[in-house]
Every structure is written in structure tokens, then in C-alpha cells.
């Protein structure tokens, strides 16, 4: 194992003096934060982070990623906070190791029922840079090369996941090397028998096969040498996982497989493919509908090549690809050539750029010319990184979400009926705010009550349009049951003044009142009574059809019971509560607002008929109510401990407290309070007024 020299002898052939130490200090920094500890095999856990590192070097990665290979494990295993990295090397390499420790947390294994692919979007979600990937993948790849050392069962769930989350992602993103490798580790991991027998079965075929195998290079050399064209030829073996997987999947014997002989020809240029294509043709007969154009149309993750399929002496079928040099290193590192490239020059050549670009436009369809490597990363970011987030249900089944969804958003992804009836949520297993926005990889439970209903709030931060459909469904059903409950109690009350009642006026009167209004059906006139839309009293003329007669006094208030609902609401400006004289304003569109009878803000419409109308509480009235409380009282310690512990034994809830001291001396807390009523109220301030200290409380009106 070479120590931290050896890497920065490396890094100084492709990073400046300064990156290097950069490098060397964070390799220092984990030195000492992983002090003591030590990994299965014994060594010092320094030597992880560093064969991290190390790998990265190989794929020439840039400073903050190798910074962060050194420290990716020093959040998760030494409780270093977060924070300490971003003082330490900035912003960047904090967020990097943030990303990766966040992958590490992340436990595919409990989530048995969860679908590999979504877990690979979700890991790709999850990571806000590409790099948070590469750093994982080869810190996954260091632990794959050592997995020797663990107990059978770790070492076979490790490279279960390799094989299900890692190993496709490398594929995704087109690094075959490395996925060629996670994939060979975890078959033997997981298959340690079938693997030694294929590969002794592999060794076995490769001494029969030599001598063919000369053969047919030598003649392809030939054919190259005697068209005046250049290149390289290697023969190609399948790696042991995809020959188990071919006779699995394809139900193809060993011998079926291994009976195809391979070769790759690797050239300067992308015209010279071409020449090469059309000399290997000539030189053995192509088989018919094998011969793919890669170069021309590159496949999803950016892999260039062209593909064709000969026969050989004796008709031995003959597997060939011919790529360029820069293609090969594009087919092996993918994403990662990307780096490999860049730094193998001062400027990015316009070749070299290309490639970069090809890739990401096959994988992500980038629309816009990256300009610098950062500026790379951003657009692969935003395209290779969904705009879902992917979270768990409780029972672990994956939910796709738009980015910025909540809890809400989910309720109705689940079930329309759990989002009508959700009154609180829990996100990993932790009580949370409706509205927040749920992250990838969080699991999502619904606490949800029989009878609740949708509240209208929720539609400032929904993002999905079925919850916000649903929701604004569920709301005007229960805005018209209110309306038309509140509008026909309003109309009642007024008849009631002319001593009658709804069901004694005469159907063909109501028809033509109806009719007058154009109005479909006589719910539709007590809703819009409700609503604050048209007057109760006016329209009890129209149906009596007493215009001429003086409206006598309304005998006796409509009473409120505190369970209208949405058409019914209470004034900020002076917060009335059970026992209080009240008044109700109509507005229109709005319903009701009830007032307290003294409050100032209507004392100009107090006696108008058309815009007030007297109300009184019911006896059974039921609810919690807001009144705001102001209380001096001496300055002292604990005091808002001493308020909360009193307003509580009066059986009262603070819904909010704030505090302006005066002079030094004496305080004065403004105290919001929910009560039941007047008579609650009053036991909540004798309760308060036995503190020591306390000199006033006034019940604050605006
Ligand atoms: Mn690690």
C-alpha cells in the first residue's frame, strides 16, 4: 500500500503544487480523525480513504473530489460535524463528503420490497453533484477489492447491492471498467463456486483457443499492414459475470459462448474506422444484420464504437469492434474520461470536448454548449439528476415525486382518501410540518383521522396537480354544505321576524323567487345567502313578496355554535370568544366575520341590516378560541416557565408568546391564549394574577 507520497507524486504529474497539498492536508486531517481506528483486516483506517483517493487519482479527478475521498468517512465514523469540514476546506468538499455520508446512511437492504432500478435513481437523485457519485463508486470499489476479510453474510449483502445499484449506475454512466469489475467481485462474493468454475473453465478454453486466436489476429494485422492502415488489435474475452449471466439468461452452454471469438481495433481516427470496416469485410465475409454504426448513433450512456460480425476460417463467427483511441477510453471511463481528458492538456481540445458532450447529450439530450468543467457538472447535474424525489412508504414501496413535493403531495399519491383525511405527518419516523418539502430517501408516514377534512392552506405549497385538484374538489363541497347550512339558519332567523319559517312560504313563491334570481335550485340561494353574497332579510322580502312592508325588529339573535366551518370566521382585529357580545358582518364572497358588538373596525356598518346582523352564542357552542393577553409583571428569572406553568393549570393553551421589557425592572409578555370561553378566560387570569410580580393584565383589543 503506498502511502500519501506516492499519491502526490501522482497528483503532481496533473495537479498544481497547490491542489497537491490541499490533498495532502485533507489525507493528514483523516489521519488524525480516524485515529485508532482500524479496518477488518487490521491495517489503520487511514489506508481506506486513501485507496479511495488513490483510485480517483487513476480516473485524474479533480482536487475537491480526491479531498473528499480522503475525508468520506470522517462525518459517519468520527462525529465530526458537517460544519468543521466547511471551516476546514470550504464549502464545496463539505458538501461533497455531506453527499457521499448521506449515501452511505442510506440502507438499501431494509427496504426489501423496494425495486433496484428506483433505488438507482433515487441514489443519483440523492447526490447533488456527479462527484458525490464517483467518490462513492470508488470508495464501493475499494471495499469490493477487500471484501475478503468480512463474514459471509456482510460479504454477500455488500455485493448484492454492488451487483443491483452499483454496478448499473457505473453502467449508466458508462464507466464499463469499473462495472466490469463490481461486477466479477460480486459474482464471486455471491457465487464464489460458479465463479472459480468459470473461470477455470475460461483458462482452460483460452489454451485451446490460442492457436486460433494468433490466427485470426495475425491475418487482421496482415489484412491492416497491406491497406496502409494503423492500428491496434486485441483480442477480447468476456468478463466471468456476463458469460454466467448469458447462460442463465440465454440458456446458451459454455461452449455456445466461448465458441464466438472476439477482437477490438483500436485506430487514430474516426475515418480510418471506417477504412478498417470496409477492410475487414473484404477480408472475411460479414454475417448479415450484425453490423451496428455506434459512431454515428452513440448508445444512451455515450458509448462509440462500430460493431460487426465475421466469418472466419472454417466459418468460426469473428466479434469485431473498431473504435478510436479517445472512443476506447470514453467506452471505459465514461463520465470519468471526462476528467482524464481535460487534464491530459492545458486546453480542452475541441475533440476531446466534443466527446464530453456527446456523452452527456446521449444520456441527458443536453440542450446548451458546457463552457469549463464546472460549468459541465451543473448541466449533467440538473439533467442526470431527475427532478423527483423518490421517498419510502412505510411498508417501503418507492413513491415518484415531483422535486419540492410534501407530505400533502404524497397523502394523495397514495390515496385520495388519505389526503382528504391526513392531519399530520410523520418523516423518518419524526413528527414534521405538512408543507415541508420531502428529500430523496426518506420514509413518509400519513397520520391520518376518520372525518378530517383537506385545509384550504395546503393549497399555497402542494406541488402535484391531482392534490391540488382533490383538494379544491374536497373544498367547495364542504364550503357549499356550510354555505347552505349558514344561508338557510340566516334566512330562517329573519322569517322568523315576520313570524314564519322556510317551510311554511308557499313552493310556487319560492319557484318564483327562483326564477327571478335565475337561479337553478333553492340550495344555490342559501349558499349564496351564506356566502355573504345576498341578504338574508332581502330575500325573505322577495319570498313573502313584502316589499312594502317595514322590516320588523329580528326577535332574538341567530346563534353561533363554533362548528361552521369554512363560511364562518372570526375577527383578527378583536378576537371575540363564548361570552362575548358579537355581531356577525357580511362580506361578500367571504361569509361571515364575527365581531365583538364594541369593536371598532364596524362601528360604522354596526346598524346597518344589510351588512350586520346580531348573533349570540349558542349554549352547546364548542371549539377552541384566541385571545390575546398582555401581563406586566416584575422582571424575573424563569418567568416565561412561570406564565406557561399557570396558563396550563387553567386547563389554557399559549399559542404564542412575546416579551418587550420595559425598564430593566418590569416586563410586559403579550400572551396569545386559546380558552373554550369568557368563564375559562377568567379562570386563566385569576390563575395568572396569583404569580408573584404580576402587576396588570388587560385582555388586548385592537
Ligand atoms: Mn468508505
Not at 466490469?180 to 489454451?207: N, Q, T, W, Y
Not at 473498431?322 to 492538456?345: C, F
Not at 463552457?371 to 414501496?397: A, C, H, M, Q, W
Not at 317595514?550 to 383578527?572: C, F
Request: charge should be neutral.
Amino acid at each position: 500500500m503506498p502511502g500519501i507520497d506516492a499519491l502526490a507524486d501522482r497528483l503532481s504529474g496533473y495537479l498544481g503544487d497547490e491542489q497537491v497539498n490541499l490533498v495532502r492536508r485533507a489525507y493528514f486531517y483523516a489521519e488524525q480523525a480516524h485515529d485508532g481506528q482500524r479496518r477488518r483486516s487490521g491495517e489503520a483506517y487511514v489506508t481506506h480513504p486513501l485507496a479511495v483517493a488513490s483510485i480517483l487519482a487513476d480516473m485524474h479527478m479533480d482536487h475537491q473530489s480526491l479531498m473528499a475521498a480522503m475525508l468520506h468517512d470522517v462525518i459517519e465514523d468520527t462525529g465530526i460535524a458537517k460544519e468543521a469540514l466547511h471551516a476546514q476546506f470550504g464549502e464545496s468538499v463539505a458538501e461533497l463528503v455531506d453527499g457521499v455520508s448521506k449515501l452511505t446512511q442510506m440502507n438499501f437492504e431494509t427496504k426489501a420490497e423496494a425495486q433496484a432500478e428506483n433505488f438507482q435513481k433515487m441514489a443519483m437523485a440523492m447526490a447533488r453533484d456527479i462527484r458525490v457519485i464517483l467518490v462513492k463508486l470508488a470508495d464501493r470499489l475499494h471495499n469490493m477489492r477487500t471484501l475478503e476479510v468480512l463474514s459471509g453474510e456482510k460479504r454477500r449483502r455488500i455485493a448484492k447491492e454492488t451487483l443491483e445499484i452499483y454496478a448499473p449506475i457505473a453502467n449508466r454512466l458508462g464507466m464499463h471498467s469499473m462495472r466490469v469489475e463490481f461486477e466479477d467481485l460480486g459474482f464471486k462474493a455471491m457465487h464464489p463456486m460458479r465463479s472459480e468454475r468459470i473461470r477455470a473453465a475460461v483458462r482452460r478454453a483460452r489454451g485451446n483457443r490460442k492457436e486460433i486466436v494468433t490466427r485470426i489476429e495475425e491475418s487482421l494485422l496482415h489484412c491492416l499492414e497491406r491497406e496502409g492502415l494503423s492500428g491496434e488489435v486485441v483480442g477480447r474475452e468476456k468478463h466471468l459475470y456476463s458469460i454466467y449471466q448469458k447462460m442463465r439468461g440465454k440458456r446458451k452452454s459454455f461452449n455456445e459462448i466461448m465458441d464466438v471469438y472476439a477482437f477490438r481495433i483500436v485506430v487514430d481516427k474516426v475515418d480510418t474506422c471506417y477504412r478498417v470496416l470496409g477492410a475487414v469485410h473484404n477480408l472475411y465475409k460479414p454475417l448479415p444484420g450484425r453490423f451496428k454504426d455506434y459512431i454515428a448513433i452513440p448508445k444512451a450512456n455515450g458509448y462509440q464504437s462500430l460493431h460487426t460480425t465475421l466469418f472466419g476460417m472454417h466459418g468460426v463467427p469473428i466479434e469485431i469492434q473498431i473504435r478510436t483511441r479517445e472512443m476506447e477510453e470514453m467506452a471505459n471511463n465514461g463520465i470519468a474520461a471526462h476528467w482524464l481528458y481535460k487534464s491530459s492538456e492545458d486546453e480542452l481540445p475541441k475533440g476531446n470536448h466534443a466527446r464530453a458532450r456527446q456523452w452527456v447529450k446521449g444520456v441527458l439530450e443536453l440542450q446548451q454548449r458546457a463552457g469549463n468543467s464546472l460549468e459541465f457538472i451543473e448541466s449533467v447535474k440538473i439533467d442526470l439528476f431527475p427532478d423527483e424525489v423518490y421517498v419510502f412508504t412505510p411498508k417501503g414501496r418507492i413513491m415518484e415525486l415531483p422535486k419540492g413535493s410534501t407530505a400533502v403531495d404524497f397523502a394523495y399519491a397514495v390515496h385520495t382518501d388519505v389526503g382528504n383525511t391526513c392531519i399530520a405527518c410523520r418523516i423518518n419516523r419524526r413528527l414534521a410540518p405538512l408543507s415541508q418539502a420531502l428529500e430523496s430517501g426518506s420514509t413518509v408516514e400519513i397520520v391520518s383521522a376518520p372525518g378530517a377534512r383537506p385545509n384550504p392552506a395546503w393549497l399555497n405549497f402542494v406541488v402535484t396537480g391531482k392534490a391540488r385538484t382533490h383538494i379544491r374538489h374536497a373544498l367547495k363541497l364542504q364550503r357549499r354544505s356550510e354555505s347552505v347550512n349558514l344561508g338557510e339558519r340566516l334566512l330562517n332567523k329573519v322569517l322568523a321576524s315576520f313570524e314564519t319559517h322556510l317551510d311554511k312560504v308557499p313552493a310556487e313563491r319560492q319557484l318564483a323567487v327562483l326564477n327571478e334570481y335565475r337561479l337553478e335550485t333553492f340550495d344555490d340561494l342559501l349558499e349564496d345567502i351564506g356566502l355573504g353574497n345576498r341578504m338574508a332579510y332581502v330575500v325573505a322580502r322577495r319570498l313573502l313578496a313584502s316589499d312594502g312592508e317595514e322590516l320588523p325588529n329580528a326577535e332574538g339573535p341567530l346563534a353561533i355554535r363554533g362548528t361552521e366551518g369554512l363560511v364562518l370566521s372570526y375577527a383578527k382585529c378583536c378576537t371575540p370568544i363564548p361570552g362575548d357580545p358579537i355581531v356577525g358582518h357580511l362580506s361578500a364572497g367571504k361569509g361571515m366575520v364575527v365581531h365583538m358588538d364594541t369593536c371598532r373596525n364596524i362601528s360604522e356598518v354596526r346598524h346597518n341590516p344589510e351588512k350586520c346582523i346580531q348573533l349570540a352564542w349558542a349554549k352547546d357552542v364548542t371549539g377552541e378560541f384566541n385571545v390575546e393577553l398582555r401581563v406586566e409583571l416584575e422582571h424575573q428569572r424563569g418567568l416565561i416557565a412561570l406564565l406557561a406553568g399557570s396558563v396550563n393549570a387553567a386547563d389554557g393553551n399559549i399559542e404564542k408568546i412575546s416579551m418587550d421589557e420595559r425598564d430593566g425592572r418590569v416586563s410586559v409578555v403579550q400572551l396569545v391564549v386559546s380558552v373554550h370561553d369568557r368563564v375559562h378566560l377568567a379562570r386563566v387570569i385569576k390563575k395568572l394574577r396569583t404569580l408573584p410580580g404580576v402587576m396588570r393584565i388587560t385582555r388586548t383589543k385592537a
